[in-house]
């Protein structure tokens, strides 16, 4: 149990159910925890389903619980039920079947936020890491900052996340504590099995995506940031 608890993905699970309950602790509704649970039920049901079809050997869907709590924190409460299940059996669709040469293409996340999205004409809200503002809010800023210790201690990702943040600073001429952006740098952008492994792709995929989230914001309805990734995703692919 005590090795279980040591795995990345199930270390990034816990911080971002950490980040949930502050967010529902800052501002509590039982919508939320509705899409909690229906987030999380899509992702981990489809992807066993998936994973069958596949005929794999079962395995821990920590993948898919990382999954389902991100749309859960990112997903507008009040959206109708069947649009975060949606999202979910998108996201693992993608993880199972979206590859090439056995590679995973999308951050299977942002394939199910930004997809059903599209598809159901609303909106990626973002609701749970955007009012973390600092200093006024200074104890949820530091919640929010938690899944860092895994992004750049555990699966070594600093140079994608702080490229990413120089270049966006840069161009947006935003602060680098902006809490929706720093949540996506920090558990999002350095998603270890659809990102570069090599040091200096890193760099460049960090900057490509930044520059490509300002030229989607100035031409696009879809989210910015999320589009920019899966774009990046596609791009990089062949370097992972």
Do not use: C
Not at 5 to 20: C, E, R, S, T
Not at 118 to 142: E, G, R, Y
Request: hydrophobic fraction near 60%; charge should be positive; charged fraction near 10%.
């Amino acid at each position: 149990m005590k090795s279980l608890f040591k795995l990345p993905k199930i270390q990034m699970a816990g911080f971002l159910l950490l980040i949930f309950l502050s967010a529902l602790w800052h501002d509590f509704s039982l919508s939320k925890i509705s899409i909690l649970f229906l987030a999380l039920s899509s992702t981990l049901i489809s992807d066993f389903i998936f994973i069958n079809l596949r005929h794999q050997s079962p395995f821990l869907l920590s993948s898919a619980l990382v999954s389902g709590l991100i749309i859960a924190l990112l997903f507008d409460p009040s959206a109708v039920w069947y649009i975060p299940i949606a999202a979910g059996i998108l996201a693992m669709f993608s993880k199972n079947f979206l590859k090439i040469s056995g590679k995973h293409i999308f951050n299977p996340a942002g394939f199910g936020l930004l997809t059903s999205a599209l598809i159901f004409q609303t909106d990626i809200s973002w609701w749970a890491v955007s009012f973390q503002t600092f200093p006024q809010n200074l104890i949820f800023f530091l919640i929010l900052l938690t899944p860092a210790f895994v992004s750049i201690k555990k699966m070594r990702r600093y140079l994608t996340i702080f490229s990413f943040l120089l270049a966006y600073g840069i161009i947006f001429k935003n602060s680098f504590l902006d809490p929706t952006v720093l949540f996506f740098a920090l558990v999002m952008l350095p998603e270890p099995m659809t990102t570069p492994h090599i040091k200096k792709y890193q760099v460049i995929f960090g900057v490509f995506v930044a520059v490509a989230a300002f030229l989607i914001s100035s031409v696009s309805l879809v989210d910015p940031l999320i589009a920019a990734l899966l774009l990046g995703n596609l791009l990089f692919f062949k370097f992972l």
